[in-house]
């Protein structure tokens, strides 16, 4: 792939104007009436249904992170099947790559002068998944920005549409806004978290790796002398 440099610095801008319209402005700006009032929505909503309860604790339970593993790995899967032995090989390599990428980007990520609470421990007089419910589960982060469970699946998203189409892409936006959400409606996450931080992290990180030829050249290069070149993946 050419280096599509225009549209590289497009997303870097959209990117850079996201995060900065939430971070110069005094307290955030319309960003903390925002999260405050989604926050709120859906803390409220927890004394009123035992069921609202325990659905937002099962789905930010480890547990549930691990079925969003399972839903990246069937979608992946979904292609690994209809590949040749050869074309194989490749997707569980561009896997690799993908997730060196994910390694590199969150760390850069986390360079960014910002750390603040969730909003759980931020607003005095509220209600706490952990404390209405006997049950483990992640309601509050003492550093909450950027979400990295939110980064990791838009990384997946982009890779998704970079090397799988658009139909694909649209099932993985599907995954990341179910697998996202539970974090931002228990209150673990704000959601300029996610929506500010992972996806401006993303727009200015992830197309430096898929619209140059670092990508290819990585799994190729790992095509290359990686082990197993010339064994059948069954």
Same mark, same amino acid.
């Given at each position: 792939?050419?280096?599509?440099?225009?549209?590289?610095?497009?997303?870097?801008? @959209?990117?850079?104007? @996201?995060?900065?319209?939430?971070?110069? $402005?005094?307290?955030?700006?319309?960003? =903390?009436?925002?999260?405050? *009032?989604?926050?709120?929505?859906?803390?409220?909503?927890?004394?009123?249904?035992?069921?609202?309860?325990?659905?937002?604790?099962?789905?930010?339970?480890?547990?549930? /992170?691990?079925?969003?593993?399972?839903?990246?790995?069937?979608? =992946?899967?979904?292609?690994?099947?209809?590949?040749?032995?050869?074309?194989?090989?490749?997707?569980?390599?561009?896997?690799?790559?993908?997730?060196?990428?994910?390694?590199?980007?969150?760390?850069?990520?986390?360079?960014?002068?910002?750390?603040?609470?969730? $909003?759980?421990?931020?607003? $005095? /007089?509220?209600?706490?998944?952990?404390?209405?419910?006997?049950?483990?589960?992640?309601?509050?982060?003492? /550093?909450? =920005?950027?979400?990295?469970?939110?980064?990791?699946?838009?990384? =997946?998203?982009?890779?998704?549409?970079?090397?799988?189409?658009?139909?694909?892409?649209?099932?993985?936006?599907?995954?990341?806004?179910?697998?996202?959400? $539970?974090?931002?409606?228990?209150?673990?996450?704000?959601?300029? /978290?996610?929506?500010? *931080?992972?996806?401006?992290?993303?727009?200015?990180?992830?197309?430096?790796?898929?619209?140059?030829?670092?990508?290819?050249?990585?799994?190729?290069?790992?095509?290359?002398?990686?082990?197993?070149?010339?064994?059948?993946?069954?």
């Amino acid at each position: 792939m050419k280096i599509r440099l225009p549209l590289i610095l497009l997303l870097n801008a @959209l990117g850079l104007a @996201l995060f900065f319209s939430w971070y110069l $402005p005094e307290n955030h700006g319309f960003w =903390f009436s925002l999260d405050a *009032g989604i926050f709120h929505f859906f803390n409220n909503g927890l004394v009123n249904s035992h069921a609202y309860v325990v659905l937002l604790a099962v789905t930010n339970n480890r547990v549930f /992170d691990g079925i969003s593993l399972l839903a990246m790995g069937a979608l =992946f899967s979904w292609f690994w099947w209809h590949e040749t032995p050869k074309g194989r090989r490749r997707l569980v390599i561009m896997g690799v790559v993908m997730l060196l990428c994910a390694v590199i980007i969150n760390q850069l990520g986390h360079l960014i002068p910002v750390s603040h609470v969730s $909003p759980t421990l931020y607003f $005095p /007089d509220i209600h706490r998944v952990s404390e209405l419910l006997h049950f483990p589960t992640k309601d509050a982060s003492k /550093d909450s =920005f950027p979400g990295d469970h939110g980064l990791m699946l838009l990384i =997946f998203t982009g890779f998704v549409l970079r090397y799988f189409g658009q139909k694909a892409f649209f099932i993985a936006l599907l995954i990341f806004f179910v697998f996202a959400s $539970p974090r931002i409606m228990i209150g673990a996450h704000w959601f300029t /978290d996610v929506y500010v *931080g992972s996806l401006s992290i993303a727009l200015v990180g992830l197309p430096w790796a898929l619209l140059t030829p670092l990508s290819d050249g990585l799994i190729n290069l790992l095509d290359r002398y990686l082990p197993g070149k010339n064994k059948t993946i069954a």
